[in-house]
């Protein structure tokens, strides 16, 4: 028997929002359609600023969450569509799964907090998109693990376990979004496997993206064919990679709160004078170095590298890290059934359906949190 979600994605490199339509059976799925929309610069903008304390920003956060929340009925409408032409009507839909615009993630425990616990904030009006689609929405699926003294932060190795997971060999997978994170799934042996691991490496796409658009005019490195024009910076690259975060152990998770311009332009000041072909090819290395060093040091028993994410088609990043990981056989995970923009998508339906289910989403290695809770609050129809 067939059941089907909708996952919706908006991720810190802030370039759009994508959604895909899910079949699951049991616990196999099927991406029968997918659909994006880029974010109109205006959003875009105000979405980066309230990422730092503003003037009004609690007005404009809840009116860039109703903005939000149009762009994604608006994606839904055209999965809807492509259901229906599939012969899936709008109520066999069980769900949709909306993961928001984190705009502050900061999990840690503050001493000074009575709670013991920090926060993490996903802007989005899920009671607007339930309204605007007529479908059950879930939101809101970090807060509960971080409650629970967690990161919040990767939720999806879990779900890619039940995707990339092997019974034959440990597999990495890294998501190359605004930040990176890795998924370590360990060879699937019954009750003696491992427990999956996963973290968020550091920045991914988001430095490099900001810095291509302020001197090229572009939204992004195409292929990294700008970066690969450049010439490496070391100086730069060790102040780059000499953040404590690097060496902190896991868990762990970061965001744009850590890695914001505001920290690349200290990093930058010595370095006024450098080409900034330089400065780019220099980024993407810092990009390509913090995750290989945390593979080396958390997965260095992998067989193979699966990259997902937006910077699977930066061709030059990818082979940094090849070069890198000389061990690992380095590919995208198109190869194994998902596109790359749609594998965070995906997730979410995955974590949308797990609490319908009342099952679990977070995993306690992977986030530090005191047990496994089911995540998410749902918003009927």
């Known amino acids: 028997m067939h059941d089907y979600t909708i996952g919706l994605m908006s991720g810190t490199s802030l370039d759009g929002a994508d959604g895909v339509l899910v079949q699951f059976s049991g616990e196999k799925l099927h991406i029968l359609a997918t659909a994006t929309e880029p974010f109109e610069r205006g959003l875009r903008t105000e979405l980066l600023a309230l990422n730092t304390a503003s003037h009004d920003e609690l007005h404009r956060a809840a009116v860039a969450a109703n903005e939000l929340a149009a762009v994604y009925a608006r994606i839904v409408n055209t999965l809807l569509d492509a259901a229906a032409s599939q012969g899936i009507s709008a109520r066999q839909i069980q769900a949709i799964g909306a993961h928001g615009q984190t705009v502050r993630h ?21 009671a607007l998109l339930a309204e605007l689609t007529g479908l059950d929405v879930v939101a809101d699926f970090r807060s509960r693990d971080v409650a629970a003294g967690g990161q919040g932060a990767p939720l999806v190795p879990a779900f890619h376990q039940q995707v990339f997971g092997r019974a034959d060999a440990d597999v990495t997978v890294l998501n190359l979004g605004g930040i990176a994170n890795l998924s370590v ?79 690349l ?67 995208t995970s198109d190869r194994h059934g998902l596109p790359p923009l749609q594998v965070e998508a995906a997730a979410f339906a995955w974590l949308a359906r797990q609490m319908l289910k009342r099952l679990p989403g977070n995993l306690v290695s992977v986030t530090g949190a005191a047990g496994l809770r089911v995540l998410g609050a749902l918003y009927p129809a």
Not at 106 to 120: A, L
Not at 228 to 234: F, H, Y
Not at 293 to 305: P, T
């Open 265 to 331: 332009a200290e990093k930058l000041a010595p370095f006024a004078a450098e080409r900034p072909v330089d400065i780019q090819n220099t980024l993407t290395e810092f990009t390509a170095s913090a995750c290989v060093a945390s593979i080396e040091r958390y997965a260095n028993k992998s067989a193979e590298l699966i990259v997902c994410g937006g910077g699977a088609f930066n061709l030059h990043l990818l082979q940094r890290l090849q070069t890198g990981l000389p061990w690992l056989s380095v590919s």
């Open 106 to 126: 900061q999990p840690q425990r503050r001493s000074s907090e009575p709670s013991g616990v920090g926060y993490t904030l996903q802007l989005n009006n899920p």
């Open 185 to 263: 799934l360990p060879r699937r042996t019954g009750s003696t496997a491992l427990p999956v691991t996963g973290f968020d490496c550091g920045p991914g796409n988001a430095l490099m993206d900001a810095w291509c658009l302020r001197h090229t005019g572009k939204p992004f490195d195409a292929g990294g064919a700008w970066a690969a024009s450049g010439e490496l910076l070391p100086q730069l690259l060790s102040r780059l990679l000499d953040d404590p975060y690097f060496s902190q152990p896991i868990p762990k998770s970061t965001g744009r709160d850590l890695f914001s311009l505001a920290w």
